[in-house]
T-cell receptor, first 114, second 114 residues
Framework: NAGVTQTPKFQVLKTGQSMTLQCAQDMNHNSMYWYRQDPGMGLRLIYYSASEGTTDKGEVPNGYNVSRLNKREFSLRLESAAPSQTSVYFC?????????????FGDGTRLSIL | GESVGLHLPTLSVQEGDNSIINCAYSNSASDYFIWYKQESGKGPQFIID?????DKRQGQRVTVLLNKTVKHLSLQIAATQPGDSAVYFC?????????????FGQGTILTVHP
């Protein structure tokens, strides 16, 4: 059982380049999330998709866009990468958009912007 | 101990000892809490959760205690093993209109010495 799969695992970009981070889950979950993790700042929510067909901004959405392609897949796009977007990006999913469900995470994409 | 949004404390224990990791939360409206384990290069892994109508919940070698009066959460790990070495995060859900949003602490580094 793969759970949440993220690709790629590592990526180096130059400032101004664009990139899409891919995420897929095989748990039949309705809700999906994108976080970034920076040293000393914990996990911060970028965007989320409560259910297929909906997306909403989280705490730090600027510079990012998302697409909920279908129930399984939720992608994160950087249109014009900036050094401040150097981070580790995690995708997560949960059964539903309710307050008492654990989120299950992928192993992350480590992104460096030069 | 850890406070959601601040610091990254460390805890060193000997193999076989019991470990206690603490988390202070600030939102008295929070009604659901989760503990995650994150190993180096991996995503957060769900350990155990607890709802606010409970004071204690036990899993395999782990126990979570919730003290709503002082807004404190703890994770107890029995007979700690070297494989338990990781960063441990608490997360909270404030319920209400926050729905599925979680707020994460920065984590506590647990090191287990053989």
């Amino acid at each position: 059982n793969a759970g949440v799969t993220q690709t790629p695992k590592f990526q180096v970009l130059k400032t101004g380049q664009s990139m899409t981070l891919q995420c897929a889950q095989d748990m039949n979950h309705n809700s999906m999330y994108w976080y970034r993790q920076d040293p000393g700042m914990g996990l911060r929510l970028i965007y989320y998709s409560a259910s297929e067909g909906t997306t909403d901004k989280g705490e730090v959405p600027n510079g990012y866009n998302v697409s909920r392609l279908n129930k399984r897949e939720f992608s994160l796009r950087l249109e014009s990468a900036a050094p401040s977007q150097t981070s580790v990006y995690f995708c997560a999913s949960s059964v539903d958009w309710v307050g008492d469900q654990p989120q299950h995470f992928g192993d992350g994409t480590r992104l460096s912007i030069l | 101990g850890e406070s959601v949004g601040l610091h990254l404390p460390t805890l060193s224990v000997q193999e076989g000892d019991n470990s206690i990791i603490n988390c202070a939360y600030s939102n008295s409206a929070s009604d659901y809490f989760i503990w995650y384990k994150q190993e180096s290069g991996k995503g957060p892994q769900f350990i155990i959760d607890i709802r606010s109508n409970m004071d204690k919940r036990q899993g395999q070698r782990v126990t979570v205690l919730l003290n709503k009066t002082v807004k404190h959460l703890s994770l107890q790990i029995a007979a700690t093993q070297p494989g338990d070495s990781a960063v441990y995060f608490c997360a909270e859900n404030a319920g209400g209109t926050s729905y599925g949003k979680l707020t994460f602490g920065q984590g506590t580094i647990l090191t287990v010495h053989p």
